[in-house]
């Protein structure tokens, strides 16, 4: 396996961590709305949440820096940094709130920040399979 | 390492395929999670069984249906021969994938029927099975990511 190989499967297996963690966090917020679920998979959430998001980052750039016609400043590259940093700032204070406990439902605005990492999630996907303008 | 642009017609499917594997994998996590919480026997042992539960029936197969019409649309357009590994590896794990899949919903429908006396066998089964199929969705990824001859 080349080193391309295993940075290309490392940044689909963060992606996917990311995504496993945005799942969690978005069957918290619109899911039962019992204290248990998300004691349960808080932890879970914010782990894969926090785990994938620096996966998917450093691995990214890795490749971008790897292969030949790829450039940071690419457009669809800076695209997937910016929201990359969008999903990450809204992740990142939906965590800290479910860390501080009680229900995820009864955080104010969760709903509005689990909306903005599932679009800026779905929108990066997009962002890397179509990559506009490369 | 040279950028190969794939063609634009590739782009939906894969997208498909992609996003159906990614929202598998999440919502088996979120089954093995909450069933392996369920058989601590804390609190919510019910409430967390019937999330298991519903998170197979909600998620895990409406995911799979999606990453599956993925996975044969990209199959179609590519025109790739099925004896390559990698293609192969992705069968076999898709195909057991759902009877996996199947008989873990059965599985843990028994185990949320038990209520409040906890999951028991059905729900330890559940739980070991939706763990396997997250490993063998790793394993398929790899393949996928690889490609190996």
């Given at each position: 396996m080349s080193l391309y190989d295993w940075l290309l499967f490392l940044h689909l297996l963060a992606a996917f961590l990311l995504?496993?963690?945005?799942?969690?966090?978005?069957?918290?917020?619109?899911?039962?709305?019992?204290?248990?679920?998300?004691?349960?998979?808080?932890?879970?959430?914010?782990?894969?949440?926090?785990?994938?998001?620096?996966?998917?980052?450093?691995?990214?750039?890795?490749?971008?820096?790897?292969?030949?016609?790829?450039?940071?400043?690419?457009?669809?590259?800076?695209a997937a940094i910016v929201l990359w940093l969008v999903g990450s700032g809204s992740g990142g204070r939906l965590a800290a709130a479910v860390r501080e406990g009680g229900p995820a439902p009864a955080i104010d605005g969760a709903r509005a920040m689990v909306m903005v990492m599932a679009l800026s999630t779905l929108l990066l996907l997009l962002d890397m399979i179509f990559k506009p303008g490369a | 390492m040279v950028a190969v642009v794939r063609p634009d017609s590739w782009n939906l499917p894969l997208f498909v395929h992609v996003a159906g594997a990614m929202l598998?994998?999440?919502?088996?996590?979120v089954v093995t999670v909450a069933m392996a919480a369920a058989l601590r026997r804390g609190d919510g042992v019910e409430?967390?069984?019937?999330?298991?539960?519903?998170?197979?029936?909600?998620?895990?197969?409406?995911?799979?249906?999606?990453?599956?019409?993925g996975a044969e649309w990209i199959a179609s357009e590519e025109n790739i021969p099925d004896e390559l590994d990698w293609v192969g590896i992705g069968y076999i794990v898709a195909d057991l994938g759902l009877l996996l899949t199947l008989i873990t919903a059965v599985l843990a429908w028994r185990a949320a029927r038990r209520g409040a006396d906890g999951p028991g066998g059905a729900g330890?089964?559940?739980?070991?099975?939706?763990?396997?199929?997250?490993?063998?969705?790793?394993?398929?990824?790899?393949?996928?990511?690889?490609?190996p001859a």
């Open positions: 995504v496993a963690g945005l799942v969690a966090f978005a069957v918290m917020v619109l899911g039962p709305s019992e204290a248990v679920v998300s004691r349960t998979l808080a932890p879970a959430a914010t782990a894969l949440w926090n785990a994938g998001g620096l996966g998917v980052i450093v691995f990214g750039v890795w490749l971008a820096l790897e292969v030949d016609g790829y450039e940071l400043w690419d457009g669809w590259i800076i | 598998l994998v999440g919502a088996l996590v409430v967390l069984t019937r999330l298991a539960f519903r998170a197979l029936l909600i998620g895990v197969i409406p995911a799979y249906v999606l990453m599956r019409v330890r089964a559940a739980f070991v099975l939706a763990a396997v199929l997250i490993v063998a969705y790793g394993v398929a990824l790899w393949a996928m990511a690889t490609k």
